[in-house]
T-cell receptor
Framework: EPEVTQTPSHQVTQMGQEVILRCVPI?????FYWYRQILGQKVEFLVS????????KSEIFDDQFSVERPDGSNFTLKIRSTKLEDSAMYFC?????????????????FGPGTRLLVL | DAKTTQPTSMDCAEGRAANLPCNHS???????VYWYRQIHSQGPQYIIH???NNETNEMASLIITEDRKSSTLILPHATLRDTAVYYC???????????FGTGTSLTVIP
């Protein structure tokens, strides 16, 4: 069964360093997402991406964050200058379509996550 | 998107049916009800979703009340591996982002 994969599974970095988290969405999916979960807290939406541009983003997704689909398979989240509070699990997700006027809300499938620790 | 309310925690005996309730009294006509679960700190796993009708798949059944103000996720024969946090999410068909609340922590007891 197709699944979303993420690398690395764990990342430790120093405050102020740049990190890139990588995701390979399910191959025929068109919408891609990043969520994060700080330890013991809720899963929070960061950004959604479609047709090579951001379609929605949350307040968390500030100028320190960026997303990119550098090729036909990868979807990346870059944090430009990490802060201690960026320590969290980061989940990538993908869906075949998103909500449309056709009353279709496609299921989002999540990857296993990358645990980011900023020291 | 409608706010959902779930009990904080529940226990279920192994082999018995686990019935997880969710209230979504402000749900609108075009909002779907989705259920996900999260085992430890793994990625949320899709279980089932529905709009008006009851739904069943290989993992679970979803019972939605006629007024759509509440729903119940049923795991017919709970196993220890079903111990997880279960999230009920109501989302519009035009929305992209899923809002995860605090969910219900289900513990399956041997």
């Amino acid at each position: 069964e197709p699944e979303v994969t993420q690398t690395p599974s764990h990342q430790v970095t120093q405050m102020g360093q740049e990190v890139i988290l990588r995701c390979v969405p399910i191959s025929n999916h068109l919408y891609f997402y990043w969520y994060r979960q700080i330890l013991g807290q809720k899963v929070e939406f960061l950004v959604s991406f479609y047709n090579n541009e951001i379609s929605e983003k949350s307040e968390i997704f500030d100028d320190q964050f960026s997303v990119e689909r550098p090729d036909g398979s990868n979807f990346t989240l870059k944090i430009r200058s990490t802060k201690l509070e960026d320590s969290a699990m980061y989940f990538c997700a993908s869906s075949e379509v998103a909500g449309t006027y056709l009353h279709l809300q496609e299921t989002q499938y999540f990857g296993p996550g990358t645990r980011l620790l900023v020291l | 998107d409608a706010k959902t309310t779930q009990p904080t925690s529940m226990d279920c005996a192994e082999g018995r049916a686990a019935n997880l309730p969710c209230n979504h009294s402000t749900i609108s006509g075009n909002e779907y009800v989705y259920w996900y679960r999260q085992i430890h700190s793994q990625g949320p796993q899709y279980i089932i979703h529905g709009l008006k009708n009851n739904e069943t798949n290989e993992m679970a059944s979803l019972i939605i009340t006629e007024d759509r103000k509440s729903s119940t996720l049923i795991l017919p024969h709970a196993t220890l591996r079903d111990t997880a946090v279960y999230y009920c999410i109501a989302i519009k068909n035009t929305g992209n982002q899923f809002y995860f609340g605090t969910g219900t922590s289900l513990t399956v007891i041997p």
